[in-house]
T-cell receptor, first 114, second 114 residues
Framework: GENVEQHPSTLSVQEGDSAVIKCTYS??????FPWYKQELGKRPQLIID?????GEKKDQRIAVTLNKTAKHFSLHITETQPEDSAVYFC?????????????FGSGTRLSIRP | NAGVTQTPKFQVLKTGQSMTLQCAQD?????MYWYRQDPGMGLRLIYY???????DKGEVPNGYNVSRLNKREFSLRLESAAPSQTSVYFC?????????????FGDGTRLSIL
């Protein structure tokens, strides 16, 4: 089955700097790659996603890149702000199941230093 | 529009007790999911339901049962609770369709087994 590895597990950056989180996946049939943000004690919330027919997607300060050949994808956050502090999860969905079964990475705790 | 609603929000059980966690969504989604979240391990899929009337095992189904009561509701039952089932449980829903779809999460149930 699918396996998703996420690095680093913790990341601390200066406010205003960029943050990059990387994930690799094992199933070459995976075709959907969402990123979720989870603030302390809250539900995970989708912040951006990308499908396998696209190499890059941007939404304001957030971007995701996908390299299907190498089976890895990354989240880039520019001009980081205190409210970006949270745990971020990458995920991958395999194949074409109508249930959209998603496998999550283990998470990255991002801290923004003032 | 409430989205995904989970009850209860908190629960403490003794080993061997049984309990049902409730989940309901009002977004007319076909697919629903149950995850558990343990510290440092991300979200692991317990069971999912692609559509009303169907359920399938996820990564960690042992010790749990589910019921898709109707299109809106998907419950998770612990028949004989064990301390290893202490966790935060999240329910999620998504539209059906080929490939992956964004999942919408509830606020979670914090369950402690003594």
């Amino acid at each position: 089955g699918e396996n998703v590895e996420q690095h680093p597990s913790t990341l601390s950056v200066q406010e205003g700097d960029s943050a990059v989180i990387k994930c690799t996946y094992s199933d070459s049939a995976s075709n959907y790659f969402p990123w979720y943000k989870q603030e302390l004690g809250k539900r995970p919330q989708l912040i951006i996603d990308i499908r396998s027919n696209v190499g890059e997607k941007k939404d304001q300060r957030i971007a995701v890149t996908l390299n299907k050949t190498a089976k890895h994808f990354s989240l880039h956050i520019t001009e980081t702000q205190p409210e970006d502090s949270a745990v971020y999860f990458c995920a991958a969905a395999s194949g074409y199941s109508s249930a959209s079964k998603i496998i999550f990475g283990s998470g990255t705790r991002l801290s923004i230093r003032p | 529009n409430a989205g995904v609603t989970q009850t209860p929000k908190f629960q403490v059980l003794k080993t061997g007790q049984s309990m049902t966690l409730q989940c309901a969504q009002d977004m007319n989604h076909n697919s629903m999911y149950w995850y558990r979240q343990d510290p440092g391990m991300g979200l692991r899929l317990i069971y999912y339901s692609a559509s009303e009337g169907t359920t399938d095992k996820g990564e960690v189904p042992n010790g749990y049962n589910v019921s898709r009561l109707n299109k809106r509701e998907f419950s998770l039952r612990l028949e004989s609770a064990a301390p290893s089932q202490t966790s935060v449980y999240f329910c999620a829903s998504s539209v059906a369709g080929t490939g992956g779809q964004p999942q919408h999460f509830g606020d979670g149930t914090r369950l402690s087994i003594l």
